[in-house]
């Protein structure tokens, strides 16, 4: 029988997915006393293991260690109050994928900014915070005038929220008064949230049709020893959209003429804008 939580929506599959790996290698590592340390310079993100002993591993396995149990709950319930909507508009699969490439980013950040003495490359950064913060940006932009109770008491729109959240954090960054905070983690992973958002759906698009293009192409040896595509007589016109954007396109009209334009999420609108230019051309 499926649980509800929040707004009356089962808990997707990718959220309590995460939410159960966080609480599970927490409670290994509260129980593991003696390894923490050393768990956290394995997997937490440290810029100089990264840059001389290639831990690359770090920018994705840092986001599921937590420092204290107000640190891991902060980050989960997060995730649970903001991150469950999303799914639910978005899927498992592309749900998943935005929140590792946001904590990634966010990684990325913090390992840049200790280059610059904006951080010390021997502290282990760890925590959801940057994925997170992506989750916040993702819903702040789908939801810009939602209210949001801060703390509970202060009604805040959802959008003007994560502009507040985000100034603190980079003003703290910069001014190094964010403590053992890794605020340019949550800097890196909102930032990269946004350009995700905002160009990232386009991008996987014509990734994904370049590839299929590609495994759908046979070469032939022609007389001499050269190689010919099977399909290189073929032109590839501009103006015919690819079949699996056009049933794409059929679904997304057929979920407008259902439920309205507002239902779309921010990877559907994306997909109708890059159909409308094919046609235009």
């Not at 490359?121 to 939602?146: E, H, K, Q």
């Not at 109770?149 to 964010?178: C, N």
């Not at 014509?206 to 192409?217: I, N, P, V």
């Not at 595509?229 to 590839?236: A, V, W």
């Amino acid at each position: 029988m499926p649980v509800y939580f929040g707004y009356g929506q089962r808990l997707p599959r990718a959220v309590k997915t995460l939410i159960i790996a966080n609480v599970a290698i927490f409670v290994f590592t509260t129980f593991m006393v003696t390894w923490k340390g050393l768990f956290f310079n394995l997997f937490g993100l440290v810029p100089y293991f990264v840059n001389h002993r290639l831990m690359v591993w770090q920018f994705f396995t840092y986001m599921f260690f937590h420092a204290d149990i107000a640190h891991m709950l902060i980050n989960m319930f997060v995730l649970w109050m903001f991150g469950t909507e999303l799914e639910h508009n978005w899927g498992f699969r592309d749900f998943l994928k935005y929140y590792f490439i946001c904590g990634i980013g966010g990684g990325v950040l913090g390992w840049f900014t200790s280059f610059i003495g904006l951080s010390n490359p021997l502290i282990p950064t760890i925590g959801a915070s940057g994925a997170v913060f992506g989750i916040l940006v993702a819903y702040g932009l789908m939801w810009p005038d939602r209210l949001i109770y801060f703390w509970g008491i202060f009604p805040i729109k959802a959008l003007h929220l994560v502009l507040l959240l985000g100034a603190i954090d980079l003003f703290s960054g910069l001014s190094r008064s964010g403590g053992n905070i890794a605020v340019f983690a949550h800097v890196g992973g909102g930032v990269t949230g946004f350009i995700y958002l905002k160009y990232g759906w386009r991008i996987m698009i014509h990734l994904e049709s370049f590839m299929k293009r590609m495994k759908q192409r046979r070469f032939t040896v022609t007389q001499g020893g050269a190689f010919r595509s099977k399909s290189s007589d073929i032109k590839d016109n501009d103006n015919t959209a690819h079949p699996d954007i056009d049933e794409e396109v059929d679904r997304i009209l057929d979920k407008i003429t259902r439920e309205g334009k507002d239902s779309l999420t921010a990877r559907e609108k994306n997909i109708l804008d890059r159909a409308s230019n094919r046609k235009r051309r």
